[in-house]
C-alpha cells in the first residue's frame, strides 16, 4: 500500500476522533432537547463556565475580585491554594447542579406550557447572561486547563505502525487527548444509557421524555425532572469544556463550539444519544476525508465548517427527524 | 479689600483671560468583552494607561489634557462603527480601530469627516500610500511588511539561500489572514521557495486536517496569521506534533502571551513578529508605576504591564501623543482640530534620541512619515517565546522589509481603489 493510503487512514482515524469531541457537545443538547422539548442554545456557553468554574477552583482564584477590587480598592486575586484535580471536577460539578436549580426556580418554572420558541429565546438570553457572569467571575484572560490527561501525539502508536508505509509514511498521528475524549465519551454514553434503562429516576425521564402530561398524571415531578435533565446536561458541559478547554485553553470562544455540534444534531436527531455519537463520528469523519481529498487539493481547504452543515442538510432532506431521531406526528 | 480676596479676584481674572482649552480627545474603541477579549484588554489597558501617566505626569500634551473616550467594539464591525459615530461629535483627533473588519468600514467615513485613524499592523495595507489615503496612516509595519520580516529572518538563518524550501502559510480564513498571500508569493518568486497555503475556518478551534496536512508535507517553515482562539490551537497542535517551535512563525497578532501560555513548555521556542519592545525593562515604565498604578489609576486589572499586546497599546498611545506634539508645533496651537492632528501624523518623525528621551530606547523602529508614503520603512523584530521564564525575548534588530515588492503591491491595490472612488492623486 503507498504512504497516501495509510495518510488517508490516519485521516479517517482522525476525524472519528474529531467527531467524539463534536459528540460530546451535542449530547448535552440531546439531553435537554429529549427531557423538555427545548434546545438549550446556552449548552456552549455550560461548557465554558463549566470550565472556567473549574480552572478557577483549581487555581484558587477569588470570584468577583476584579469587582470586589474595583468596588472597595483591594488587591484581591487568589486564596493561595491549588486544588487537587479531582476536587475541583467535583466542585465545579456543584457549581454546575447548583446552576440547573437556579435556572429551573427562576426561568423555567415561569414558563411552563410556553411555546418551545419562547423556551428557546430564554436559553438565548440565559446563554448571553452567563457570558457576561462567567466574565465577571473569573475574567476573560485565557486559562490553561490542566487535570492530567495527558496531550500531543501517542508516540508508541507511531513507532509500531511507521514500517507500514514505506520511507514516506511516518506512522500513524493520534493525539491522546482524543484517544482519552473517545474513552470518556463510551463511558458517558454507556452511563447514560444505563442510568436511564435501570433506574427509578431514569424511567421518571424517559416518561417525561415520551409524554410531559402523562408522567405528571402518574405523580413525576416535571420541576425535579427539570433540575436533574439540567444537572447532567451541566455535567456533560463540564467534560466537554474539560476536553475543548485542555486543547485550546479556557477562554470565551469555547462557547462557539456549540456551532460545531449543531450539524451533529441534525444529523443524528435531536432525541437520542446514541444518534448524537454516530451523528458526531460521521460528520468527523466526513469532513476531514473531504478535506484531505478535495477540500484541501482542490478547493482551497478550510472547506470542514460549510461540509458539515451540507452533509446535515443532506441527511435533512431524506430524513428530517435525523438518523436516530423519533418522527413527530401531531394530530389536529 | 484684603489681600487674599485680590489674590483670588486676580486669579479669576488670569484664568478667565487665558484662551480655555478644550480636552485633547481620543477614542478609544476597545473591546474587553467576546471571543477575542483576551486580545483586546490589554491593547485598550497599554492605550489607556500612556495617556493617564501623560496627564499625570506632564499635565497633557502641552499642558492641555488628554480626555479619553472608551467605547466597547465587542470586536464587532457594526458596534465599531456605532463607537466612531457616537464619539466623533467629541472632537476625536484620531481613531485606532484596533480591527481590520471596522477599519475598511471606517476608511470613507474618516476621510469624509477630515479625521485621521491609525491602523498600525493591521486594517488596509495599501492605505501606505498617502497619496490615495490622505486620512489612513498605518506607520510603522503592515500586513505585507509582516510577511517580508517573516520571509527575511528565514533568509537571515539559511545564510540567504532558502531556493527550495517549503513555507507553509496558515491562515484565518478571513480578509485579514489572506492579506500576505499576494506578497509570499512574489517573495517565493524571488526567493525560490515552494509555498504551501492553508486555511483555517474561523473561529480555529479544529485544525487537525491542517496540522495532519503539515506532518506529512513537512513544510521548513510554518508561518501563521491566526488571530483568537485559533493562535493557541495552532501553538498547541504544532507541540502536538513535534514541530520544530523555532521554525514557526506568527505575525505580531499571534505573538501575544495568551497565544502560547495555554500550551506550557511545549511552546519553547515559538517565535512571532514585532515592531515595539517586549516585557518592561524600560525606564518608562518607572514612571508608569509612579504615576498610574501606585495612584490607583492603571486600567482594567492593572496586571497587563509589559505584556506583548499592552506594550502594542502602549506604542500606539505613544505614537499618537507625538504626532499630537508634532501638530501642536506645526500650527502653533495647543488645542489642535482633527485636520491638525492629520498633519501632525503626516510629519511625524521617530527617531532613537527621541525613544530614549521618552524612555524606551529601542522600544520600536525609527521612522518618519510623510504626505506619500503614510507607512513607514516597514520595519520588523523577531521575537522569541521562553516558556522557562514565561517572557518574550526581542532576537534581532528591527529589520528593514521587502519594499521593492511591498512597494508596488501598494501601488496597484491604492491605485485601483482610487480609479473606483474617482480619487485624485495629492503629494504632487
Known amino acids: 500500500m503507498s504512504a497516501n493510503f495509510y495518510f488517508g487512514v490516519e485521516v479517517f482515524l482522525n476525524g472519528l476522533m474529531a467527531g467524539v469531541m463534536y459528540s460530546l457537545v451535542a449530547l448535552g443538547f440531546v439531553l435537554i432537547f429529549k427531557a423538555s422539548g427545548i434546545f438549550n442554545y446556552a449548552q456552549g456557553v455550560m461548557a465554558l463556565f463549566a470550565a472556567l468554574t473549574l480552572v478557577g477552583f483549581q487555581n484558587g482564584q477569588i470570584p468577583f475580585a476584579h469587582l470586589i477590587n474595583a468596588i472597595f480598592g483591594t488587591d484581591l486575586h487568589h486564596f493561595g491554594w491549588h486544588m487537587p484535580a479531582f476536587l475541583a471536577i467535583l466542585c465545579a460539578l456543584g457549581v454546575m447542579i447548583l446552576f440547573a436549580f437556579l435556572v429551573e426556580r427562576y426561568i423555567l418554572k415561569h414558563l411552563v406550557n410556553q411555546e418551545p420558541i419562547i423556551l428557546f429565546m430564554a436559553t438565548i438570553g440565559l446563554a448571553y447572561f452567563m457570558e457576561g457572569f462567567g466574565d465577571l467571575m473569573w475574567g476573560s484572560d485565557i486559562k490553561k486547563l490542566d487535570v492530567g490527561i495527558p496531550q500531543g501525539g501517542n508516540i508508541w502508536l507511531e513507532e509500531n505502525t511507521a514500517f507500514l508505509g514505506g520511507e514516506d509514511f511516518y506512522g500513524f498521528y493520534l493525539d491522546n487527548l482524543d484517544i482519552w475524549a473517545t474513552v470518556l465519551a463510551a463511558i458517558l454514553v454507556t452511563s447514560l444509557v444505563l442510568f436511564s434503562q435501570y433506574t427509578k429516576t431514569g424511567r421518571a425521564l424517559r416518561a417525561v421524555a415520551d409524554d410531559h402530561q402523562a408522567a405528571l398524571s402518574v405523580g413525576i415531578s416535571l420541576r425535579s425532572i427539570w433540575v436533574i435533565v439540567w444537572s447532567i446536561a451541566g455535567f456533560v458541559a463540564l467534560v466537554a469544556g474539560i476536553m475543548w478547554g485542555s486543547k485550546s485553553g479556557v477562554q470565551f470562544s469555547l462557547s462557539l463550539i456549540a456551532l460545531k455540534a449543531l450539524p451533529v444534531l441534525m444529523l443524528g436527531g435531536f432525541t437520542s444519544i446514541p444518534g448524537a455519537i454516530i451523528g458526531g463520528l460521521i460528520i468527523g469523519v466526513g469532513e476531514k476525508m473531504f478535506e484531505f481529498l478535495i477540500g484541501a487539493p482542490f478547493l482551497g481547504g478550510a472547506t470542514e465548517n460549510w461540509f458539515a452543515y451540507m452533509l446535515a442538510l443532506l441527511f435533512l432532506v431524506f430524513r428530517p427527524q435525523g438518523l436516530f431521531g423519533e418522527k413527530i406526528i401531531e394530530r389536529v | ?428
Not at chain 2, 470613507?108 to 469627516?113: G, L
Not at chain 2, 496540522?211 to 501553538?235: H, T
Request: aromatic content about 10%; glycine content about 12%; charged content about 20%.
Open chain 2, 1 to 428: 479689600m484684603k489681600m487674599t480676596k485680590l489674590a483670588a479676584f486676580a486669579a479669576t481674572a488670569i484664568t478667565m483671560a487665558s484662551p480655555v482649552l478644550a480636552d485633547l480627545v481620543f477614542p478609544s474603541l476597545s473591546y474587553r468583552t467576546g471571543p477575542y477579549a483576551a486580545g483586546g484588554i490589554p491593547f485598550a489597558d497599554g492605550y489607556a494607561d500612556y495617556f493617564t501617566m501623560v496627564n499625570a505626569r506632564d499635565g497633557g500634551i502641552g499642558g492641555v489634557p488628554i480626555k479619553m473616550i472608551e467605547c466597547e467594539t465587542g470586536y464587532n464591525t457594526e458596534k465599531g462603527v456605532e463607537c466612531y459615530e457616537s464619539t466623533k461629535g467629541e472632537g476625536a483627533l484620531v481613531y485606532q480601530p484596533l480591527s481590520t473588519g471596522i477599519t475598511y468600514q471606517l476608511i470613507p467615513k474618516v476621510t469624509a469627516d477630515g479625521i485621521p485613524m491609525h491602523t498600525m499592523g493591521y486594517g488596509r495595507t495599501s492605505a501606505a500610500n498617502g497619496k490615495v489615503f490622505s486620512n489612513v496612516f498605518n506607520y510603522p509595519a503592515n500586513y505585507w511588511n509582516g510577511a517580508s520580516n517573516a520571509v527575511n529572518h528565514i533568509l537571515d538563518i539559511n545564510d540567504g539561500n532558502i531556493e527550495g524550501k517549503t513555507i507553509a502559510l496558515v491562515y484565518h480564513n478571513s480578509a485579514y489572514g489572506k492579506e500576505p498571500i499576494r506578497t509570499l508569493e512574489e517573495l517565493s518568486k524571488k526567493h525560490g521557495f515552494k509555498l504551501s497555503l492553508l486555511a483555517v475556518d474561523h473561529p480555529g478551534q479544529e485544525q487537525k486536517s491542517q496540522w495532519l496536512q503539515i506532518r506529512r508535507e513537512k513544510p521548513d517553515y510554518v508561518v501563521m496569521y491566526g488571530w483568537g482562539v485559533m493562535n493557541q490551537v495552532a501553538v498547541q497542535e504544532a507541540a502536538n506534533i513535534r514541530f520544530p517551535m523555532e521554525n514557526f512563525i506568527g505575525i505580531w497578532w499571534s505573538g501575544g502571551e495568551h497565544d502560547v501560555l495555554p500550551a506550557g513548555d511545549a511552546a519553547n521556542g515559538y517565535k512571532a513578529l514585532t515592531f515595539h519592545g517586549v516585557g518592561k525593562d524600560y525606564p518608562v515604565f518607572a514612571d508608569v508605576q509612579k504615576y498610574v498604578v501606585e495612584p490607583g489609576n492603571a486600567a482594567g486589572a492593572g496586571d497587563q504591564i509589559g505584556t506583548a499586546v499592552y506594550n502594542r497599546g502602549f506604542y500606539a498611545a505613544m505614537l499618537a501623543v507625538e504626532a499630537a506634539k508634532t501638530a501642536q508645533e506645526i500650527h502653533g496651537v495647543k488645542d489642535i482640530t482633527p485636520a491638525m492632528m492629520r498633519d501632525g501624523m503626516e510629519a511625524l518623525v521617530i527617531d532613537e534620541a527621541k525613544m530614549t528621551a521618552l524612555g524606551m530606547p529601542n522600544f520600536g523602529p525609527s521612522f518618519s512619515v510623510s504626505c506619500e508614503n503614510h507607512g513607514g520603512p516597514g520595519l520588523g523584530g523577531v521575537a522569541q517565546w521562553d516558556a522557562g521564564a514565561k517572557e518574550w525575548k526581542l532576537i534581532s534588530d528591527y529589520a528593514p522589509s521587502d519594499m521593492e515588492v511591498i512597494g508596488e503591491l501598494i501601488v496597484e491595490d491604492s491605485m485601483a481603489f482610487a480609479a473606483e472612488n474617482n480619487i485624485e492623486e495629492r503629494c504632487n
